[in-house]
């Protein structure tokens, strides 16, 4: 299987910061790679996919960029409702493995 | 607007087998353009995709519970299903189902349920 590692696992930040949370295969996964945003409770969302591809409906101030084995999801300004828990993973190959979490909290 | 929503036990004994059925509603589970997925969570852990399943009935499987698991379409009823066979208390978790999609050679689940919380416990 290939390795999803996420960092940081946790991270402080206040409203209106610049937020980069950095994923990292264990292998080469071109740009197979997508990024989930869930809240307590709630099912996951999708944000990014291949890489730094925008879903519908998800603001601008979410980017992804990287291709091979680093990507980062960028969040330009943070907003109140960006405090979430934040997972990669990758489509390369089965099993689509994810990364291990990146928890964004309030400063 | 397509939805999806699980449903089954909420409490399973150990040895036994775990049975969850995904709704599809607000669209066709036989499009052509997707397949379907279990996803699962255990408490305050990272989340372990489990299998895939296109109406076709072609499967793919997650090779750490390939030998567990089972999922099925049934296109009459616009349902899946989830089969896990001898549970244990590491298959305590919330199961969701969602819908994958397909843009060019990339995939991504972009619906998904609302999960649902399973606890194997005698």
């Known amino acids: 299987d290939i390795q999803m590692t996420q960092s940081p696992s946790s991270l402080s930040a206040s409203v209106g910061d610049r937020v980069t949370i950095t994923c990292r295969a264990s292998?080469?996964?071109?740009?197979?790679l997508n990024w989930y945003q869930q809240k307590p409770g709630k099912a996951p969302k999708l944000l990014i996919y291949a890489a730094s591809s925008l879903q519908s409906g998800v603001p601008s101030r979410f980017s992804g960029s990287g291709s091979g084995t680093d990507f980062t999801l960028t969040i330009s300004s943070l907003q109140p409702e960006d405090f979430a828990t934040y997972y990669c993973?990758?489509?390369?190959?089965?099993?689509?493995?994810f990364g291990q979490g990146t928890r964004l909290e309030i400063k | 607007q397509l939805q999806l929503q699980e449903s089954g036990p909420g409490l399973v004994k150990p040895s036994e087998t775990l049975s969850l059925t995904c709704t599809v509603s607000g669209g066709s589970i036989s499009s052509s353009s997707y397949y379907w997925g279990w996803i699962r969570q255990p408490p305050g852990k990272g989340l372990e995709w489990i299998g895939s399943i296109y109406y076709s009935g072609s499967t793919y499987y997650n090779p750490s519970l390939k030998s567990r698991v089972t999922i099925s379409v049934d296109t009459s009823k616009n349902q899946f299903s989830l089969k896990l066979s001898s549970v244990t208390a590491a298959d305590t978790a919330v199961y969701y189902c969602?819908?994958?999609?397909?843009?060019?050679?990339?995939?991504?689940?972009?619906?998904w349920g609302k999960g649902t919380t399973v606890t194997v416990s005698s």
């Open positions: 292998q080469s996964i071109s740009s197979y």
């Open positions: 969602a819908r994958r999609a397909m843009i060019v050679v990339y995939y991504y689940m972009d619906v």
């Open positions: 993973q990758q489509s390369y190959s089965t099993p689509g493995t």
